[in-house]
């Protein structure tokens, strides 16, 4: 499983999540994160936050590799938070599109699919509805879907842009950014 990790300062009316290192992964922003041990078994009901899940940075800059092998297909979320303790209250609104290179070699938009399969229609856009913070969470966490269209043959590989936009507060704050992500076999 696979998580870009975003964080972002309330008062900062740049637009832009915040860009912090620091050695617990959850309060990176702007990486992408790798679950250590076996994906879960319910992605929707999953808390990234909880004491036994373990992540390990695998990328920065919002771009990742993703190299997909014989076992089953690699899932993404992403993870948005904010730098300091959040409102109870806080109301989030995301939205994630997925777009390709004008001279990408692959047909598709996005490397997932409606159904999951292969063979099912593109899904590129992912619309959570405004969501108040999960009890207990420094952060939301929205799940996309698993990888679905990977190249057939090596060493190709799929480039797909994609923008993740978030809403906070009913409009009070807005958040972008344009990361990269790169499948191959």
Not at 111 to 137: E, I, Q, Y
Request: aromatic share 10%; charged share 20%; glycine share 8%.
């Amino acid at each position: 499983m696979y998580l870009l990790n975003l964080l972002f300062d309330p008062a900062d009316p740049s637009g832009r999540f915040a860009k912090c290192r620091c050695t617990d992964p959850l309060n990176q922003s702007g990486v992408w994160l790798q679950l250590e041990g076996s994906d879960p078994s319910n992605h929707r009901a999953f808390d990234p936050e909880a004491r036994d899940v373990v992540w390990k940075t695998i990328g920065g800059d919002g771009e990742l590799l993703i190299r997909r092998g014989t076992g089953a297909p690699p899932f993404v979320a992403v993870r948005i938070a904010p730098v300091s303790t959040p409102d109870p209250c806080a109301v989030l609104r995301a939205v994630v599109t997925f777009g390709r290179e004008p001279r990408a070699a692959q047909h598709f938009a996005s490397p997932f699919t409606m159904d999951n399969t292969p063979t099912g229609p593109v899904c590129a856009v992912f619309d959570f509805a405004d969501s108040t913070l999960p009890s207990g969470r420094a952060g939301w966490y929205f799940p996309l879907k698993p990888i679905a269209l990977a190249p057939c043959v090596a060493p190709s590989v799929h480039r797909y842009e994609f923008t993740v936009g978030a809403i906070y507060q009913d409009g009070q704050s807005t958040y972008g950014l344009d990361p990269q992500m790169d499948v191959t076999l």
